[in-house]
Nanobody, 123 residues
Framework: QVQLVESGGGLVQAGDSLRLSCAAS????????MGWFRQAPGKEREFVAV????????FYAGSVKGRFTISRDNAGNTVYLQMNSLKPEDTAIYYC????????????????WGQGTQVTVSS
């Protein structure tokens, strides 16, 4: 199965930037797309961004479009989420996920998940 490990979370102030990383290993050839989701306390997990492993397509949630950028390394096995102009409402655990079949905003379409990394934005 695909192993996903996130890193890069932390505590920042509103307006600051952070870059999250997600490294995929094992059976990476089965990955079609990699996405980021987040879950705030008391809320459901929500879609943030997704990128095709080929790098040819990306898609963002409206709440982060223009502030966050998803990208991947040349091999397509590491995905990044550059988060700029962070807001307190961006506070959540951020999860990386991989899909073998689609570029989707639905968590149910993803096969494997990382353990999550905490992002806290203070006002």
């Amino acid at each position: 199965q695909v192993q996903l490990v996130e890193s890069g979370g932390g505590l920042v102030q509103a307006g600051d930037s952070l870059r999250l990383s997600c490294a995929a290993s094992e059976r990476t050839s089965s990955i079609y797309a990699m996405g980021w989701f987040r879950q705030a306390p008391g809320k459901e997990r929500e879609f943030v961004a997704v990128i095709a492993r080929s790098g040819t397509a990306t898609f963002y949630a409206g709440s982060v479009k223009g502030r966050f950028t998803i990208s991947r390394d040349n091999a397509g096995n590491t995905v990044y989420l550059q988060m700029n102009s962070l807001k307190p409402e961006d506070t959540a655990i951020y999860y990386c996920a991989s899909s073998s079949s689609s570029l989707s905003t639905s968590a149910g379409r993803y096969d494997y998940w990382g353990q999550g990394t905490q992002v806290t934005v203070s006002s």
